[in-house]
């Protein structure tokens, strides 16, 4: 019987249990990977962990279903573990809550992620022994007490809470944040709210708000997150009351509202279909909302925007953008990014008259989404910025040297001749500018010579180049 064999029945033996030969969905199966680093078990009751010894030395992954817990001694002493689920499981705390209990001295990545799904979690203080490190916990049909406990984890960093319950009373032990670490991201999955009242306990300090498939009075009161920073919402967004008419006075203002794709950045591709999202839904945030980005989404109800009066930035990410649907709000935009995005209608681009800063950018070489550079010259006058991180995606774009006013400039060139003309743009404060000569041109011998001398206004240069290039008259003092 080889080591592994050994093993596996050292636990069939102390557990009573028959592994599967193969992991199964079934929730009452008991499973262990070849390697050892995959465990899962049902139906079991462990005064502690010690049964598991065997594989305290390669477990990364453990899950329990409906299994009792009586304490958590030798928790810790599975050094390896990143994953610990548990699913309708009891956990017992006949003993009173230390919050002075010591914390094993885990590493980085021991314990980072804990999931609890179907549980009553009186006190979540269970976990704090192996909680150094522990970065997030997601709560999926769970109910919560002792919320203040979460506040003892010193490396809490994203909550997520789906479809559960936290419950606050007024003698609950009020433990407060470490001032140094604070839980920064929060999820709300599949939630019915009327304001947050009951998770400002441990919530007060978050910077990033994600709400999917919620039901909520309005987003007014998103502001009782006075740290708040970014918004993210989903097409299953329920608001009851898009009332926009409300006090701001201590002037909350988000950094940005993400409507957020449900298809990672690996499986996206052009013929993806996503559900629209109605613009009407961000009405009762209107007096928070300055940038708004749309990833993978049609927005539909855009005449809505009109009502976001401070709305001054969009962005869209794997979009089929239409200027025309954003004619009602396009006066106010003065900022506006593009990423792997299929523009249409770019007439329209004209509209926007306020804007001062354009970026333009694809993820994949294959992506050949064109903007025309000659749409944009009815605005040569009001655009002082503009990015292009791939030029190759540009059309017309010789028509660079005609927007005369413009202070700063991202750009590729492949060829001498474009290069000497986008140093020849005396306007420019901010260049970044890479040469990558075709190979048609590589055949010349001699060192290449640019002079930079048309450069007087500027005060931060960036050069790159492949090849032998030479400049002269370089200006002073640049950053």
């Known amino acids: 019987m080889n080591d592994l064999e050994t093993i596996i029945s050292k636990l069939e033996n102390t557990l009573n249990i028959k592994f599967d030969k193969v992991e199964k969905e079934d929730e009452n199966s008991c499973y262990i990977s070849s390697k050892l680093n995959y465990l899962s078990l049902s139906n079991l009751h462990f005064e502690d962990f010690s049964a598991l010894e065997p594989v305290f030395e390669t477990l990364y992954t453990l899950i329990l279903t409906e299994c009792s817990i009586a304490n958590a001694n030798d928790m810790h002493r599975m050094k390896k573990l990143e994953t610990l689920v548990l699913k309708k499981c009891s956990i017992s705390m006949e003993e009173t809550f230390d919050p002075d209990v010591s914390k094993a001295n885990t590493t980085k990545g021991n314990f980072e992620s804990i999931y609890l799904e179907d549980m009553d979690v009186p006190h979540p203080g269970f976990f704090l022994p192996v909680s150094k490190y522990l970065h997030d916990i997601t709560f999926t049909e769970c109910t919560v007490s002792n919320v203040y406990e979460l506040n003892l984890f010193p490396s809490l960093y994203y909550l997520n809470i789906n479809n559960s319950q936290f419950i606050t009373s007024e003698n609950d032990i009020q433990y407060k944040q470490d001032s140094i670490k604070k839980l920064n991201w929060l999820t709300f999955e599949n939630m019915k709210l009327k304001n947050f009242d009951s998770y400002l306990p441990v919530l007060k300090e978050i910077t990033v708000l994600k709400l999917y498939d919620c039901e909520l009075d309005s987003l007014k009161n998103i502001s009782q997150f006075p740290h708040l920073k970014r918004l993210h919402l989903d097409p299953e967004l329920k608001i009851n009351d898009p009332n926009s008419e409300y006090d701001n006075s201590k002037q909350f203002k988000l950094k940005e509202c993400i409507i957020q794709s ?218």
């Open 262 to 479: 449900f298809v990672s950045f690996y499986d996206w591709t052009p013929d993806v279909v996503q559900p629209d999202f109605d613009a009407k839904l961000l009405l009762s945030a209107a007096p928070y909302l300055r940038n708004l980005t749309v990833e993978g989404y049609k927005l539909i109800n855009t005449d809505y925007l009109k009502h976001l009066p401070k709305l001054n930035q969009l962005n869209f990410e794997k979009c089929t953008v239409d200027l025309e649907d954003y004619l009602s709000v396009a006066p106010q935009i003065k900022r506006i990014y593009f990423n792997t995005s299929e523009i249409k209608n770019q007439y329209a681009f004209k509209y926007f008259t306020k804007l001062e800063k354009i970026t333009v950018s694809v993820d994949r070489p294959e992506d050949r989404n064109l903007i025309d550079l000659e749409k944009l010259l009815p605005l040569k006058e009001s655009l002082k910025k503009i990015i292009l991180w791939n030029t190759e995606v540009i059309q017309n774009i010789d028509q660079i040297t005609n927007f005369t006013t413009l202070e700063e400039l991202d750009i590729s060139a492949e060829s001498v001749e474009f290069a000497r003309k986008i140093l020849s743009m005396e306007s420019l404060k901010n260049l970044d500018l890479n040469i990558y000569i075709k190979e048609q041109e590589t055949e010349i011998t001699e060192p290449i010579i640019l002079d930079l001398h048309h450069l007087k206004n500027v005060e931060k240069l960036h050069l790159g180049t492949v090849g032998d290039f030479y400049f002269k008259n370089q200006p002073k003092n640049p950053i």
